[in-house]
């Protein structure tokens, strides 16, 4: 299983941006996947949630509204689309698959991760 | 769910035990994970379902717990065991939770 993660980079507040996950060694429709984050420094945070057929999606506080989850599984893809983006937004996002397939319920068993993208936002 | 892990910072030597705790605000029955982070790698998951090892853990590393009360385990610790580690929570989603972090350093 191979994640790998782009589109990172640095933008200014109130900026939009796009990351993007490729995925590599499983059957990709049948996860749910997963956006989780890490500010400078401090410790984790929970993103956003796709189920594996694209239909359910879920987000956090601080993120909703604002940031928009989609996969293409006919191309192994996770997407996050970042907009209204702010100081507190900077930090680097890890693309992570569930452990567990789409039959198992609930989802929220990350594993494996990617190596990360860093986004910062900066004036 | 707010999770709160203790203590902040553990400093042991290697071939000691280990022992770190996770704390609930709100029941999670089994629903708990723990995560290590080694400094600029991305986390890996260890344990998941409070007790279960994932796979190609070791098995000095175990975790135990119900409802709001854990505890991650490694039973003698290897040097490469000092980093940080997370627990976080499935149980009342969304949203997921993670605890703040419990860093093993080298004493």
């Known amino acids: 299983v191979q994640l790998v993660e782009s589109g990172g980079g640095v933008v200014q507040p109130g900026g939009s941006l796009r990351l993007s996950c490729s995925a590599s060694g499983f059957t990709f429709d049948d996860y749910a996947m997963n956006w989780v984050r890490q500010a400078p420094g401090k410790g984790l945070e929970w993103v956003s949630l796709i189920s594996g057929d694209g239909g359910d999606r879920y987000y956090g506080d601080a993120v909703k509204g604002r940031f928009t989850i989609s996969r293409d599984n006919n191309k192994n893809s996770l997407f996050l689309e970042m907009s209204g983006l702010t100081i507190e937004d900077t930090a680097v996002y890890y693309c992570?698959?569930?452990?567990f397939g789409s039959g198992s319920y609930p989802p929220g068993w990350f594993d494996p991760w990617g190596q990360g993208v860093l986004v910062t936002v900066s004036s | 769910t707010v999770l709160t892990q203790s203590p902040a910072t553990l400093s042991l030597s290697p071939g000691e035990r280990a022992t770190l705790s996770c704390r609930a605000s709100h029941s999670v029955s089994r629903h708990l994970a723990w995560y290590q982070q080694k400094p600029g790698q991305a986390p890996r998951l260890l344990i998941y379902d409070a007790s279960n090892r994932a796979t190609g853990i070791p098995a000095r590393f175990s975790g135990s717990g119900f409802g709001t009360d854990f505890t991650l385990t490694i039973s003698s610790l290897e040097p490469e065991d000092f980093a940080v580690y997370y627990c976080q929570q499935r149980g009342n989603w969304p949203p997921y939770s993670f605890g703040q972090g419990t860093k093993l350093e080298i004493k």
């Open positions: 992570t698959k569930d452990k």
